[in-house]
């Protein structure tokens, strides 16, 4: 079965913090991993996508398929990373998007 | 330059109406669909329409009817609407079916009372 586990609802950190938000999928194939980040009652947008192995706004996320996880990681969180993060699986060449539940990130000051 | 965009953003009706949420977008993206946000922030695929032919019907009721008119628009047409049909309607577009980035609407909040 095709299927992404954010185990943390709500992770509360304060600003300067070190930040992971956990992700963890389950596929049998070669699957595709993103990070989407919902700010405030604003629309979805792409945070990260695993095969360009990039960092945006401070954020990375390896993907381990050892683990079958590909947890998000910022060094230093900003108040304004305060959002709802969602890690979505796409099954392998294929545009269909499995999201996980989603971890608020609430980072204090 | 709005790039999705859905129209109403807010809605609120009764249960048992008939009600539409339409969606457009101008990126040129040959695909399109639906998600469904509920209470709990739960995200869920409904819907995908490639070149305005159904690809994907996620097991929803068939009070759901999405209609694709040409592959810029796709819109959402739901009959005798009920309680549990209250969420954040999401539509989204990609580039085509296969692997592209998909981009999100601002959503549209139904609730039904």
């Known amino acids: 079965a095709q299927r992404v586990t954010q185990p943390e609802k709500l992770l509360s950190v304060f600003k300067g913090a070190p930040v992971e938000l956990k992700c963890n999928y389950s596929y049998s194939g070669s699957p595709e991993l993103f990070w989407y980040v919902q700010y405030s009652r604003q629309r979805l947008q792409l945070l990260l996508r695993?095969?360009s192995r990039e960092s945006i706004k401070g954020f990375t996320a390896d993907l381990n398929k050892g683990e079958t996880s590909f947890h998000l990681k910022k060094p230093f969180a900003q108040e304004e990373d305060s959002a709802m993060y969602y890690c979505?699986?796409?099954?392998?060449?294929?545009?269909?998007?499995?999201f996980g539940a989603g971890t608020r990130l609430a980072v204090h000051p | 330059d709005t790039a999705v965009s859905q129209t109403p953003k807010y809605l609120v009706t009764q249960m048992g109406n008939d009600k539409s949420i339409k969606c457009e977008q101008n990126l040129g993206h040959d695909t399109m669909y639906w998600y469904k946000q509920d209470s709990k922030k739960f995200l869920k695929i409904m819907f995908s329409y490639n070149n305005k032919e159904l690809i994907i019907n996620e097991t929803v009721p068939n009070r759901f009817s999405p209609k694709s008119p040409d592959k810029a628009h796709l819109n959402l047409h739901i009959n005798s609407l009920e309680l549990g049909d209250s969420a954040v309607y999401f539509c989204a577009s990609s580039q085509d079916w296969g692997g592209n980035t998909i981009y999100f609407g601002e959503g549209s909040w139904l609730t039904v009372v």
């Open positions: 979505a699986l796409s099954p392998g060449g294929y545009n269909k998007l499995i």
């Open positions: 695993h095969i």
